[in-house]
């Protein structure tokens, strides 16, 4: 059993706020996410939960008892940083084994030397092996036991830092970006064998990144931190169809929704030539957003929408680069009434696609907007929703 609080964290490094009151409930073995951009706090507020950096008030509880007065060491806590530092002069086993020795082992049986001849050390020995082989099978690296860090690939010397981390049969495990140094292929491959280790060892873990897809892939649920504030935390379908604002719904998504200017006016929001029957109760200009791959474009080459339905209202769209993505594409262009921004349409091809379709030749066509697909936003970026059901008002139209 663990349970993760962390409760009314804030803190400041001098002058300068960096956590402001911070409150999140991670239950046993669920898999969160900590995702913001660079500088929101995310390492710090792992630091503050590992122990290894003081929170100014609030407090860390692990099973209802609070961690602040424990040592790193006391708090059955293991964490992965972003640089794995390995012991460059010792062998994987020996990298492994460091936790149980340090932990098991007097200051003076620690060396390997030592731990074979001093009575201590070869008590320990045998459940120091055991421990260091049983996680070497479960991340299979214990072909690698005995090469040195050097003749490792980035992504075996991933595994081996994230071994280290569990030999110690960790409660709640946290990873800070621990993905960062590899090459965009081998984070794939193991951001899945991450995923696969959380549902077999059924611990509690914490995955900073700074990557939205990461977050959105691997866990259960994701927290968004933004200069220091908690914006939203839920599964990762909430934060893409339910954002609380506009810096949540630009932050997850890929491509990045589009944003355009509306105007809310007696039961009606008018976007250029459009007018949706929507009824947001305020007057006044709104922020529009629009996912990728909702806006349904003609199907004269092929191309449907992915989630797009037939349902809409028509809105002039201008062309500018089309991406061939292999089964999708992603058009470029914007809206004719707003010549100045950036609409991004993903469409997903169909059996009849043709590159050189009326699409392209065009340059120019009508593209259609599903009223329950949008997200509106107040001029302060908070979001607003429509008084009645847009589902309803859409099936008149
Ligand atoms: N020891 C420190 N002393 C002073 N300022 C610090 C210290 N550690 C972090 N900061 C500042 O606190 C803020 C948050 O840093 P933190 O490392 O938590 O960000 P992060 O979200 O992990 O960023 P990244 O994605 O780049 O790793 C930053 O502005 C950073 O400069
Ligand atoms: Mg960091």
Not at 310 to 325: A, C, M, P, S
């Amino acid at each position: 059993m663990a349970q993760l609080t962390l409760k009314n964290i804030k803190k400041s490094f001098g002058d300068t706020p960096v956590l402001h009151d911070i409150s999140l409930d991670v239950n046993d073995g669920e898999f969160v996410s900590l995702v913001g951009q660079s500088g929101c706090g995310k390492s710090t507020l792992l630091r503050i939960v590992a122990g290894l950096e003081q929170p100014d008030s609030g407090d860390v509880l692990i099973d209802g008892q609070s961690m602040l007065n424990a040592a790193p060491k006391d708090r059955n806590i293991a964490m992965v940083f972003q640089d794995y530092a390995l012991y460059p002069h010792m062998s994987v086993g020996e990298n492994m084994a460091m936790p149980l020795v340090m932990a098991s082992l007097p200051l003076y049986a620690r060396l390997p030397m030592m731990r074979s001849i001093t009575p201590a050390g070869r008590k320990a020995q045998p459940h120091i092996r055991e421990g260091v082989e049983k996680v070497a099978k479960q991340l299979h690296i214990d072909h690698l036991l005995d090469r040195k860090p050097a003749q490792l690939s980035g992504g075996q010397r991933q595994r081996v830092a994230l071994g280290r981390a569990l030999v110690r049969d960790p409660q709640v495990f946290l990873m800070d970006e621990p993905l960062s140094n590899l090459d965009a292929k081998l984070r794939v491959q193991v951001r899945s064998e991450i995923t696969e280790l959380h549902a077999s060892s059924g611990l509690t873990f914490v995955y900073v990144t700074h990557d939205q897809v990461e977050a959105m892939t691997m866990s259960s649920r994701v927290a968004l931190l933004q200069t220091g504030h908690l914006l939203q935390v839920g599964t990762p379908n909430d934060l893409f169809s339910d954002p609380v604002n506009l810096d949540v719904a630009q932050f997850i998504g890929s491509p990045e929704i589009n944003i355009t200017a509306g105007e809310s006016r007696a039961g009606q929001i008018t976007i250029g030539e459009a007018q949706l029957p929507i009824d947001l109760g305020t007057t006044g200009p709104v922020h529009i957003g629009i996912r990728p791959e909702t806006i349904s474009v003609p199907n004269t080459n092929g191309l449907v929408a992915a989630h797009a339905s037939k349902q809409g209202h028509k809105i002039t769209f201008n062309t500018r680069v089309i991406e061939d993505l292999g089964p999708e594409v992603l058009i470029h262009g914007a809206f004719a009434h707003a010549p100045d921004g950036v609409i991004r349409i993903r469409a997903q091809k169909s059996d009849s696609y043709s590159a050189s379709g009326s699409l392209t030749k065009t340059k120019t066509f009508d593209v259609m907007l599903n009223p329950n697909q949008l997200l509106f936003f107040g001029a302060d970026g908070q979001r607003l929703r429509p008084a009645v059901n847009a589902a309803k008002l859409a099936e008149t139209v």
